[in-house]
């Protein structure tokens, strides 16, 4: 099954459209929605954020247990460049084997797939806006 997998993820690739559905993938990660994905796990073991910042540089994050995002020096995701985002604008903890991002008080607020939140769990392809910084999150 992950040979077929990498296969489809290569296709995707090569082509910029899926050969099973035939519909684009999602622009930051190439993952097409029609992807199986992992199941039986309690919680994530590990995620990434892939992040875009204001200033439109990009990095890829390997998140902890407790991972703050603003634009102090002393954040663990520092968000250069956006003029939006608060000094300590938001968390993203790991809460019962599960991701859950709050914000932190911020004027500007925290989206989660569009829409602004106070908390909210997080889920794999989801995307996080901050000011003008935005966020993919990856279960790993």
């Known amino acids: 099954m992950a040979a077929a997998l990498i296969d489809r ?11 099973r559905c035939g519909e684009r993938p999602h622009p930051i990660t190439g993952r097409c929605e029609c992807l199986p994905r992992p199941v039986g796990r309690r919680g994530p073991r590990l995620a990434r954020l892939s992040v875009v910042h204001a200033d439109h ?3 890829d994050v390997v998140i902890g247990p407790s991972t703050v995002l603003g634009t102090s020096r002393r954040c663990h995701i520092r968000l250069r460049g956006d003029p939006k985002a608060s000094e300590r604008h938001a968390v993203i903890e790991s809460e ?3 991701l859950v991002v ?20 997080l889920e794999d392809t989801d995307e996080i806006v901050i000011g003008e910084s935005s966020m993919l999150v990856e279960i790993i």
């Open 9 to 19: 993820r290569r296709a995707l690739a090569a082509t910029g459209v899926c050969r």
């Open 57 to 59: 540089t990009y990095s």
């Open 96 to 98: 019962e084997g599960r």
């Open 102 to 121: 709050r914000d932190l008080g911020s004027k500007a607020g925290t989206y989660v797939n569009g829409l602004r939140v106070t908390r909210q769990v």
